[in-house]
């Protein structure tokens, strides 16, 4: 249930996905996998929107470019550890959100812990090795995969339900090797934006998800498009499902 004070807070969101809905945000669990560009601005959305509870997963300290994308790290947090900064940051946006945080890099000896007792995962890496982690982790678990992915001006979304969609490997039979790469700060808000939109659709039944469809947002000239995409029955992670 929803207390008077969180009834005030939501008020506005409340009257576009009821109380109901709140209330699943409310109890909703969240593996939120990065806290780098994607990952902050998804954190605080998700976190202003009531999510009950959001474990935050990453291995890296904050460094100096870090911060033309990743809102929640500031130039006093230069070498903390970017689980602490956005755990502090979250606690202090909304103290009715639980925030867990695991310093750890995501890899096969944590996956099975980081989401044995969550909903949903959030997948925002900046490789696709531990994407394909986090693939197939979703479908054993049968839990959905919010994916998105950024570079320069350009950013791509896909919501993924074990069973009933492509899951990222039909998407991406394979996907590049992991370097660094340029970014423009508001690509990842638009992207992350996006993810939590589809994280909150999922868990209030609310709309059509980006199911078995791909998003692409050009930024450079301001374009949207939708690529469909569907279940290869051969595929490697989710063929036999």
């Not at 994607?38 to 509870?53: H, K, N, P, R, S």
Request: a neutral charge.
């Amino acid at each position: 249930m929803l207390t008077m004070d969180e009834r005030k807070r939501y008020h506005r969101q409340i009257d576009t996905v009821g109380t109901e809905g709140q209330e699943k945000l409310k109890n909703a669990r969240i593996l939120l996998a990065g806290a780098g560009g994607l990952g902050t601005a998804a954190a605080t959305y998700l976190t202003v929107a009531g999510i009950g509870f959001i474990r935050v997963a990453d291995c890296d300290v904050i460094e100096e470019s870090n911060l033309n994308r990743q809102i929640l790290h500031w130039q006093a947090d230069l070498g903390r550890q970017k689980t602490q900064s956005v755990a502090e940051k979250l606690r202090q946006m909304n103290p009715y959100v639980h925030v867990d945080t695991v310093t750890q890099r995501i890899d096969e000896s944590n996956i099975q812990a980081l989401t044995v007792d969550v909903d949903l995962i959030v997948d925002a890496m900046d490789n696709f090795e531990t994407r394909y982690l986090l693939n197939r982790m979703a479908i054993a678990r049968r839990i959905p995969l919010f994916h998105g992915a950024i570079r320069e001006l350009y950013g791509q979304a896909a919501t993924l339900l074990p069973g009933q969609t492509a899951c990222l490997r039909c998407i991406f039979v394979e996907g590049p090797k992991a370097a660094a790469f340029p970014v423009l700060g508001a690509t990842a808000g638009i992207v992350a934006s996006i993810q939590t939109t589809e994280i909150i659709k999922y868990l209030t039944g609310k709309g059509e998800l980006l199911t078995n469809r791909l998003l692409l947002w050009d930024g450079l000239h301001s374009t949207v498009d939708i690529i469909k995409v569907g279940k290869n029955p051969h595929c490697i992670d989710c063929g036999g499902i």
